[in-house]
């Protein structure tokens, strides 16, 4: 017997109802139940975001890591850069990764692993649309499964893809 749980989250008004949770409150519930670190990539972050922004300050002020990996930072709002350059400035455990593929390849996964034994992993950017108005599917997942995708992130950190942002 497992003791990993799956649980689908979702936007979309076509999809909400029936038991099924929101994608918006399943981020607020892993950023506010952290207690040691997160793990996350995006494809495209937007300033229409801004609760994550202050789920994720609030995090960082609780003193939990975060490791954020942005497909081509550079690529963003100027907006976006500067509040992550200004958490990063002040608060030394969040790290900031630039994925920057050799070739044509993006970094189109959006997923959160946090301390290890919780994950999100679906379909929506970390915008206001993906979180709130497009129609996204997630899987919340919890338990020893969720090593591997831990793991799987870890790998990611370490490719010759992903470039630490420094200040």
């Known amino acids: 017997m497992s003791d990993t749980t799956v649980r689908?989250?979702?936007?979309?008004?076509?999809?909400?109802?029936?038991?099924?949770?929101?994608i918006e409150s399943a981020l607020e519930q892993l950023f506010r139940e952290?207690?040691?670190?997160i793990s996350l990539t995006a494809y495209s972050l937007s300033t229409g975001a801004d609760l994550l922004f202050d789920w994720m300050e609030a995090a960082l002020a609780r003193g939990v890591q975060i490791s954020l990996i942005i497909n081509h930072?550079?690529?963003?709002?100027f907006e976006?850069?500067?509040?992550l350059r200004r958490f990063a400035a002040t608060y030394t455990h969040l790290r900031l990764y630039d994925f920057l593929s050799e070739g044509e390849a993006d970094l189109h996964a959006k997923v959160?692993?946090?301390d290890h034994n919780k994950a999100l992993i679906g379909s929506s950017n970390l915008s206001?649309?993906?979180l709130l108005a497009n129609h996204e599917m997630a899987v919340m997942i919890q338990g020893t499964a969720v090593v591997n995708v831990a793991n799987?992130?870890?790998?990611?950190?370490?490719?010759?893809?992903?470039?630490?942002v420094l200040l």
């Open 152 to 164: 799987a992130m870890d790998r990611l950190m370490q490719s010759r893809d992903v470039v630490r």
């Open 8 to 22: 689908i989250v979702v936007t979309g008004t076509a999809w909400m109802g029936g038991g099924i949770g929101s």
């Open 34 to 37: 952290a207690k040691q670190e």
């Open 112 to 114: 959160i692993v946090v």
């Open 73 to 77: 930072l550079n690529d963003h709002p």
């Open 80 to 83: 976006v850069i500067s509040k």
């Open 128 to 130: 206001r649309r993906g």
